[in-house]
């Protein structure tokens, strides 16, 4: 069942929950302790603890008290047997080991409760000040829970809040089941939920495995290995009736990660989930235990599990057995001291008693030597015969690697091409969603416009057929009025004709004026249309008007910067290029130095083609030549070294290329002819990458076309490079290849504020600069001329729109006087017309019908206007589209171009690829066999090397061995020798040999042995000092912690007025509370909780629960019927205490869940 959540409870966690700690000040001013969250891997065996007697006992056997603690002499018998307990000891009970007193250290660290309750009671108080609103956590949030087949549910699933979540339903619907599946499938033993021995106990009746899941939000910057899980992990546990158990952890997509249990508790410890803490996850047995039934030493055990001092002291315990056991193998090393240095000195008196045989022991060693040094000597023989194997496979590999190098040279000539012709195809293919959107949007604008058109076309017919009508009736009624007032006038005589021409004066005045209205009405509607257009025609100009002063100003900057400083070699290049020239002119690995960067031996003649070249020759000005692989992969270290990123570092030739007649006519400008390279090798690489022999340089487009394009083409030229009309810093590549019809490529510098990598005069760059300069600002002022044009056409439309809309005021207030004209004048005719209301009631037809034909002839005459105009927007959004339209197809002429032309360049690479696989394989096989010579002749090599080393061993200089002498012959001498050396040795009973070896191995074993007591002293001292220093921590964390949890409780009691306080005796493990719910009682001491109400009890109890909840470091913190025992009440009180105060006033990012029943 779906829990209930409270959205706005919570604390956003800054940091990894895993290393969240209890951060507090010490009691000392300059002191800071910082407890983290207890863990050890120190699991083992309890030992064995060694007892001492208690030194701090009376005479009378019982151990002073620190301080005597109140209580109300009312309680019940197990209250009072526990405090007699706590209060006089047990004879029987066994005295403290040494690792207690030592961790106690009498309890003087909590001598000083009333100043400590102090500090924390500020803390308490200033703490608000200092935290901010709650908010949701971004991970360690449990957001489900799914149960199958788990205890009485066959599906349970859960939904949970991101803070604060009650859960509430009827015995049996779920809840202590939620609560007992997070335990177990977040790794909890079977046996800590109280609800069963082992995991098959759990599986439902009937059923023969069960599943549980759980699913932990995993999101921000602190998240649990976000790359792998994603926002969420999903933690699933099954086990079956049979006994078997597993798990499996996966992504919030599904997949599983890891099958095994220690990732599970790996992710558990990292959000510190705790699940196995008692007071963080506080089952229904548990619940009713602490709250209601516990002691004070039962009340005590929770508070120190819960805030895991009782884990710490275990871990402390276990250490402190280590160390004994190591203090209890000193002696034992100590005698093996002893022993080792007995036999040390036996040894040297058996040295010193062989003498005697040293003429033939001489004589011998030196056959020996002789016998080793010959077995040198034959295998520096088969030395020899090796090197001569390998000298003839190296040549072969140096011939297959210069093959290689050609080929892997006219591959990256490719490449480069390539890689020019896709930045073409992405540049060309950067503005095809532009170019369509183009198109849709003008053709919906062009089928909207002509929408609009044909409605008021029809508009208009309808408009005029009714103008026509209401004309003809008017004409209608005139006749009969006519006709009427004939009637009236022969009946009145002349003065009824008089009033009757001033109506219709009147009532023709009302007509003009409602004539000019409209047609002030309409060009008023015109004006803004005009305003409108120019005031979008003025905010078009100001943006090209702010771009081109941004460009002047750039200008500018560049002339100021041209001028100020002297132009370094290789400011155009990155700005680690120098640190890497200096480690390249200090590396002495290299076979040729290298020539580099390219750009930095160029020198450009017409700065005005400064920016199109370095576009066109791109990452070839910063590149370096070398003249093998190894010196390029000598010089890529470098490099990375030196964080040069862009640096393309090619193979290049030596032989210089020929360009006789390869060249085009002397009358075009080619890019070689403009640049003056001072080196041979810098202009052949840039000849075989560029073409820069063939590409010829024409200024203005018009004539580089009528050049490539007006004919055959000049003789031996690739392509032209032309500046774009109107676009500094942009140009063009123009290409006519036979048979490959002809293409046009634009150049466009990205950066136009970057330098130039290629050398200039100073004097002509600057020139070039304030010429471009000129050229902008002339540029500058045409566009601020039209601006100003624009802007007094917009004055004038908004002068004259205010004048419309004032002549509009003085219209309606003559038609206004006007009307009341004709309607005293159409009183005075009434006069005449006495009784007979004829001749009235056919003018009031007739001014509804000329209201009418106003009305229709107002609307006419609008949707006329109305139709030029949309007529007009019609043909417009109709000739964008068609613009649109033919963009589209230029853009798919040009698009099919480069990439036809990339398919080229991607053929030829394959080509090129083909034969350099081929080469790199005989270089391969050369290698091959060119290792295979330098295995056997390193082997051959080290086995010298290796047999030289032990025949030094043995004789460290070498011994003369004659041509003839043999390896065999020395060896009949020598054994002859020793045959006559062993017979003497059988009266001594060891040989000379054997007796200086049981001297060095006595020696090491001397040595040994002293060495290993020295360490064990120093590891011992080590682990005394490290104990001491953690068991320190521990009383100054259980000093905090228990001053917190007073101060919280009685701070909490307040919330209802109540007084109390929180009795915490370390020494006599025991917990126990006072609590005074009575206002007007003066006693200091308070009431023991026996003789509380029950709902005063469990106000009492919530508080204290939420006093030591406190103090823990975990944000899961689960609740199972805290309610139990209380009334309605009581328990709406609790729960509003529960969300208003458990978790605003924590400073760790809480995730609770808590159970009602």
Same mark, same amino acid.
């Given at each position: 069942?779906?829990?209930?959540?409270?959205n706005?409870i919570?604390?956003?966690?800054?940091r990894?929950?895993?290393?969240a700690?209890?951060?507090f000040q010490?009691?000392?001013?300059?002191e800071?302790?910082?407890?983290?969250r207890?863990?050890s891997?120190?699991?083992g065996?309890?030992?064995?603890?060694?007892r001492?007697s208690?030194?701090?006992?009376?005479?009378?056997?019982?151990?002073p008290?620190? #301080?005597?603690t109140?209580? /109300?002499?009312?309680?019940?018998?197990?209250?009072?047997?526990?405090q007699?307990?706590?209060?006089q000891?047990?004879?029987d009970?066994?005295?403290?080991t040494?690792?207690?007193l030592?961790r106690d250290?009498n309890?003087?660290?909590?001598?000083?409760e009333?100043?400590?309750?102090?500090?924390?009671t500020q803390?308490?108080?200033?703490?608000?000040?200092?935290?901010?609103?709650?908010?949701?956590?971004?991970?360690?949030?449990?957001?489900? !829970?799914?149960?199958?087949?788990?205890?009485?549910?066959?599906?349970l699933h859960?939904?949970?809040?991101?803070?604060l979540n009650?859960?509430?339903?009827e015995?049996?619907?779920? &809840?202590?089941?939620i609560?007992t599946a997070?335990t177990l499938?977040?790794?909890?033993?079977?046996?800590s939920?109280?609800r069963?021995?082992?995991?098959?106990?759990?599986?439902k009746?009937g059923?023969?495995r069960?599943v549980?899941?759980v699913?932990?939000k995993?999101q921000?910057q602190?998240a649990?290995?976000? #790359?792998?899980y994603?926002d969420s992990?999903?933690?699933?546990r099954?086990?079956?009736k049979?006994?078997a158990?597993?798990?499996?952890?996966k992504t919030?997509l599904?997949q599983?990660?890891s099958?095994?249990?220690?990732e599970?508790?790996?992710?558990?410890?990292?959000?510190a989930?705790?699940?196995d803490?008692?007071?963080?996850v506080?089952?229904?047995?548990?619940?009713?235990?602490f709250l209601?039934?516990?002691?004070?030493t039962?009340k005590?055990k929770?508070?120190?599990?819960?805030v895991?001092?009782q884990?710490?002291d275990?871990?402390?315990?276990?250490?402190s057995?280590?160390?004994?056991q190591?203090v209890a193998?000193?002696?034992?090393?100590e005698a093996?001291?002893?022993h080792?240095?007995e036999?040390l000195?036996?040894?040297?008196?058996?040295? #010193?008693?062989?003498?005697g045989?040293r003429?033939i022991?001489?004589?011998?060693r030196t056959l020996r030597?002789?016998?080793i040094?010959a077995?040198v000597?034959e295998?520096?023989r *088969?030395l020899a015969?090796?090197?001569?194997?390998l000298a003839?496979a190296?040549i072969?590999v140096a011939?297959?690697e210069?093959?290689? *190098?050609e080929k892997?040279?006219?591959?990256?000539v490719?490449?480069?091409?390539?890689e020019?012709?896709?930045q073409?195809v992405?540049?060309?293919k950067?503005?095809?969603?532009e170019?369509?959107?183009?198109?849709?949007?003008?053709?919906?604008?062009?089928?909207?416009a002509a929408?609009?058109?044909h409605?008021?076309?029809?508009d208009?017919?309808?408009a005029?057929?009714s103008l026509?009508?209401?004309k003809t009736?008017?004409r209608d009624?005139?006749l009969k009025?006519a006709?009427?007032?004939?009637?009236?006038?022969?009946?009145?005589?002349?003065a009824?004709?008089?009033?009757?021409?001033?109506?219709?004066e009147?009532?023709a005045?009302?007509?003009?004026?409602?004539?000019e209205?409209?047609?002030?009405k309409?060009?008023?509607?015109?004006?803004s249309?005009?305003t409108?257009?120019a005031g979008?025609?003025?905010k078009?100009i100001?943006d090209e008007?702010?771009r081109k002063r941004g460009?002047?100003?750039?200008a500018q900057a560049k002339i100021?910067?041209?001028?100020k400083?002297?132009g370094?070699l290789y400011?155009g290049f990155e700005?680690q290029?120098? &640190?890497l020239?200096?480690?390249?002119?200090?590396?002495?690995?290299f076979?040729e130095?290298?020539?580099g960067p390219?750009?930095?031996?160029v020198?450009?003649?017409?700065?005005?083609w400064?920016a199109i070249l370095?576009?066109?020759m791109?990452p070839s000005l910063?590149?370096f030549l070398?003249?093998?692989s190894?010196d390029?992969k000598?010089?890529? %270290?470098l490099?990375?070294?030196?964080?040069v990123?862009?640096?393309?570092?090619?193979?290049?030739?030596?032989?210089?290329?020929?360009?006789?007649?390869k060249?085009?006519?002397e009358?075009?400008?080619?890019i070689?002819r403009?640049l003056n390279?001072?080196?041979?090798?810098?202009?052949?690489?840039l000849i075989?990458a560029?073409?820069?022999?063939?590409?010829i340089?024409?200024?203005?487009?018009?004539?580089?076309e009528?050049?490539?394009?007006g004919g055959?083409?000049?003789?031996?030229?690739?392509?032209?490079?032309?500046?774009?009309? %109107?676009k500094r810093g942009?140009?063009?590549?123009?290409?006519n290849?036979?048979g490959?019809?002809?293409?046009t490529?634009?150049i466009?510098?990205?950066?136009?504020?970057?330098?130039?990598?290629m050398?200039?005069?100073?004097?002509s760059?600057?020139?070039?600069?304030?010429?471009?300069?000129q050229?902008? *600002?002339?540029?500058y002022?045409v566009?601020?001329?039209?601006?100003?044009r624009?802007?007094?056409d917009l004055?004038?439309f908004?002068?004259?729109?205010?004048?419309?809309k004032k002549?509009?005021?003085?219209?309606?207030?003559r038609l206004?006087t006007?009307?009341?004209?004709?309607?005293?004048?159409e009183?005075?005719?009434?006069?005449?017309?006495?009784?007979?209301?004829?001749?009235?009631?056919l003018r009031?037809?007739l001014?509804d019908?000329k209201r009418?034909?106003?009305?229709f002839g107002?609307?006419?005459?609008a949707?006329h206007?109305?139709?030029?105009?949309k007529?007009?927007?019609?043909?417009?959004?109709?000739?964008?589209?068609?613009?649109a339209k033919?963009?589209v197809?230029?853009f798919?002429?040009r698009?099919?171009?480069?990439?036809?032309k990339?398919r080229?360049?991607?053929?030829t690479?394959?080509?090129i690829?083909?034969e350099?696989n081929?080469?790199v394989?005989?270089?391969?096989?050369?290698?091959e066999?060119k290792?295979?010579a330098?295995?056997?002749r390193?082997?051959?090599?080290e086995?010298?090397a290796?047999i030289?080393?032990?025949a030094?061993k043995v004789?460290e200089h070498r011994?003369?061995?004659a041509e003839n002498?043999t390896?065999? /012959?020395?060896?009949?001498?020598?054994e002859?020798?020793?045959?006559?050396?062993?017979?003497?040795?059988?009266k001594?009973?060891?040989s000379?040999e054997?007796v200086?070896?049981?001297v060095?191995e006595s020696?090491?074993?001397?040595?040994?042995?002293?060495?290993?007591l020295?360490s064990?002293?120093?590891?011992?001292a080590?682990?005394?000092?490290?104990?001491?220093?953690r068991?320190?921590?521990?009383r100054?964390?259980?000093r905090y912690i228990s001053?917190?949890?007073r101060a919280n409780f009685i701070?909490?009691?307040?919330?209802?007025g109540f007084?109390?306080?929180l009795?915490?005796?370390?020494?006599?493990?025991?917990?126990?509370?006072q609590?005074?719910?009575?206002?007007t009682e003066?006693?200091a001491?308070g009431?023991n909780t026996?003789?509380?109400? %029950?709902?005063?009890?469990?106000?009492?109890s919530?508080c204290?629960?939420l006093? !030591?909840?406190?103090?823990?470091g975990s944000?899961?913190?689960?609740?199972?019927?805290f309610d139990?025992f209380?009334?309605?009440?009581?328990?709406?009180?609790s729960?509003n205490?529960?969300?208003?105060?458990?978790?605003?006033d924590?400073?760790l990012?809480?995730?609770?869940?808590?159970?009602h029943?």
């Amino acid at each position: 069942m779906p829990g209930r959540t409270i959205n706005d409870i919570g604390a956003e966690s800054s940091r990894k929950r895993s290393r969240a700690a209890v951060s507090f000040q010490a009691y000392e001013d300059d002191e800071v302790v910082d407890v983290q969250r207890a863990r050890s891997n120190l699991r083992g065996e309890t030992r064995k603890r060694a007892r001492v007697s208690g030194s701090e006992l009376t005479k009378d056997g019982r151990r002073p008290n620190r #301080e005597s603690t109140p209580e /109300s002499s009312e309680g019940d018998d197990a209250t009072h047997i526990d405090q007699q307990t706590n209060a006089q000891g047990s004879p029987d009970s066994p005295p403290k080991t040494q690792y207690e007193l030592l961790r106690d250290n009498n309890f003087e660290h909590l001598r000083h409760e009333a100043t400590d309750d102090q500090r924390a009671t500020q803390r308490l108080r200033f703490r608000p000040n200092l935290l901010g609103d709650n908010a949701v956590a971004d991970n360690g949030i449990i957001e489900s !829970i799914t149960c199958v087949n788990f205890m009485c549910h066959e599906r349970l699933h859960c939904e949970l809040g991101p803070l604060l979540n009650f859960i509430v339903g009827e015995n049996g619907s779920g &809840k202590s089941a939620i609560l007992t599946a997070i335990t177990l499938c977040l790794g909890g033993k079977a046996s800590s939920t109280n609800r069963g021995g082992s995991l098959k106990s759990f599986v439902k009746e009937g059923c023969e495995r069960a599943v549980l899941t759980v699913k932990i939000k995993n999101q921000g910057q602190d998240a649990y290995r976000h #790359e792998l899980y994603g926002d969420s992990i999903i933690v699933e546990r099954h086990f079956s009736k049979a006994g078997a158990s597993g798990f499996k952890v996966k992504t919030a997509l599904g997949q599983t990660i890891s099958t095994k249990k220690q990732e599970v508790e790996e992710i558990v410890e990292y959000y510190a989930l705790q699940v196995d803490n008692p007071l963080n996850v506080l089952s229904q047995d548990n619940a009713r235990q602490f709250l209601n039934a516990s002691t004070k030493t039962q009340k005590y055990k929770f508070f120190i599990e819960g805030v895991q001092l009782q884990q710490l002291d275990n871990d402390y315990r276990l250490i402190s057995e280590s160390l004994e056991q190591m203090v209890a193998k000193v002696p034992d090393q100590e005698a093996r001291v002893q022993h080792a240095k007995e036999a040390l000195a036996k040894a040297n008196r058996l040295k #010193e008693a062989i003498e005697g045989n040293r003429q033939i022991r001489v004589k011998h060693r030196t056959l020996r030597n002789m016998m080793i040094w010959a077995q040198v000597v034959e295998e520096e023989r *088969e030395l020899a015969r090796r090197e001569k194997t390998l000298a003839e496979a190296s040549i072969k590999v140096a011939e297959a690697e210069r093959d290689v *190098e050609e080929k892997t040279q006219a591959l990256q000539v490719a490449d480069e091409k390539i890689e020019r012709a896709q930045q073409n195809v992405m540049s060309v293919k950067e503005e095809e969603r532009e170019v369509r959107d183009r198109v849709v949007i003008t053709k919906e604008a062009s089928l909207e416009a002509a929408k609009v058109l044909h409605q008021i076309h029809v508009d208009e017919r309808e408009a005029h057929s009714s103008l026509k009508n209401a004309k003809t009736h008017i004409r209608d009624l005139e006749l009969k009025i006519a006709a009427e007032e004939q009637r009236l006038e022969d009946a009145n005589g002349e003065a009824h004709s008089i009033k009757t021409r001033e109506l219709k004066e009147a009532e023709a005045d009302v007509e003009k004026i409602i004539a000019e209205i409209a047609g002030n009405k309409a060009r008023g509607s015109e004006l803004s249309s005009q305003t409108e257009e120019a005031g979008k025609a003025l905010k078009q100009i100001d943006d090209e008007f702010q771009r081109k002063r941004g460009e002047v100003e750039v200008a500018q900057a560049k002339i100021e910067e041209l001028e100020k400083s002297a132009g370094g070699l290789y400011d155009g290049f990155e700005a680690q290029l120098p &640190k890497l020239l200096h480690m390249i002119a200090h590396e002495k690995s290299f076979a040729e130095k290298p020539i580099g960067p390219l750009g930095a031996h160029v020198k450009l003649l017409k700065p005005q083609w400064s920016a199109i070249l370095e576009q066109f020759m791109g990452p070839s000005l910063s590149a370096f030549l070398v003249t093998s692989s190894r010196d390029q992969k000598i010089l890529k %270290g470098l490099a990375d070294r030196a964080g040069v990123k862009n640096c393309p570092i090619l193979i290049g030739k030596k032989n210089p290329l020929d360009l006789s007649g390869k060249e085009p006519e002397e009358s075009f400008d080619t890019i070689l002819r403009v640049l003056n390279i001072d080196n041979q090798r810098v202009r052949d690489q840039l000849i075989i990458a560029h073409s820069i022999e063939q590409t010829i340089l024409v200024p203005e487009r018009t004539r580089a076309e009528d050049v490539m394009f007006g004919g055959a083409g000049p003789r031996n030229v690739r392509a032209c490079l032309c500046f774009q009309d %109107g676009k500094r810093g942009q140009g063009l590549i123009l290409t006519n290849r036979r048979g490959n019809g002809i293409a046009t490529e634009p150049i466009t510098n990205k950066n136009i504020n970057s330098r130039p990598r290629m050398q200039t005069d100073m004097g002509s760059q600057v020139a070039f600069q304030k010429e471009t300069l000129q050229q902008l *600002e002339t540029e500058y002022r045409v566009m601020e001329s039209s601006r100003r044009r624009v802007q007094q056409d917009l004055q004038r439309f908004q002068k004259e729109l205010i004048a419309r809309k004032k002549k509009k005021y003085v219209l309606e207030t003559r038609l206004r006087t006007a009307r009341v004209r004709v309607g005293d004048l159409e009183a005075a005719l009434d006069e005449f017309d006495g009784t007979d209301g004829r001749l009235q009631g056919l003018r009031e037809q007739l001014e509804d019908a000329k209201r009418k034909e106003e009305h229709f002839g107002t609307q006419y005459g609008a949707l006329h206007v109305m139709k030029q105009e949309k007529n007009k927007v019609a043909e417009d959004a109709k000739a964008k589209l068609t613009t649109a339209k033919l963009q589209v197809t230029d853009f798919e002429a040009r698009l099919l171009k480069a990439e036809e032309k990339l398919r080229r360049f991607q053929d030829t690479r394959r080509i090129i690829l083909t034969e350099l696989n081929e080469a790199v394989t005989i270089v391969e096989l050369s290698k091959e066999a060119k290792e295979k010579a330098e295995g056997k002749r390193t082997r051959q090599f080290e086995h010298i090397a290796s047999i030289t080393e032990e025949a030094k061993k043995v004789c460290e200089h070498r011994m003369d061995i004659a041509e003839n002498a043999t390896y065999q /012959s020395i060896e009949r001498q020598y054994e002859a020798l020793g045959k006559r050396l062993r017979e003497q040795e059988k009266k001594t009973g060891m040989s000379d040999e054997q007796v200086h070896d049981y001297v060095v191995e006595s020696k090491k074993a001397y040595d040994k042995v002293v060495s290993d007591l020295e360490s064990i002293k120093e590891v011992n001292a080590g682990l005394r000092a490290t104990l001491n220093l953690r068991l320190e921590k521990w009383r100054k964390f259980q000093r905090y912690i228990s001053s917190q949890s007073r101060a919280n409780f009685i701070y909490l009691l307040s919330e209802r007025g109540f007084r109390g306080k929180l009795l915490l005796d370390h020494e006599r493990k025991a917990l126990d509370l006072q609590v005074e719910p009575d206002k007007t009682e003066k006693r200091a001491a308070g009431r023991n909780t026996k003789t509380l109400s %029950g709902g005063e009890k469990s106000f009492s109890s919530i508080c204290l629960l939420l006093s !030591i909840w406190e103090a823990m470091g975990s944000p899961l913190r689960c609740l199972d019927e805290f309610d139990v025992f209380m009334d309605n009440v009581n328990r709406a009180i609790s729960t509003n205490m529960l969300v208003r105060k458990t978790l605003p006033d924590i400073i760790l990012p809480i995730y609770s869940l808590v159970i009602h029943r």
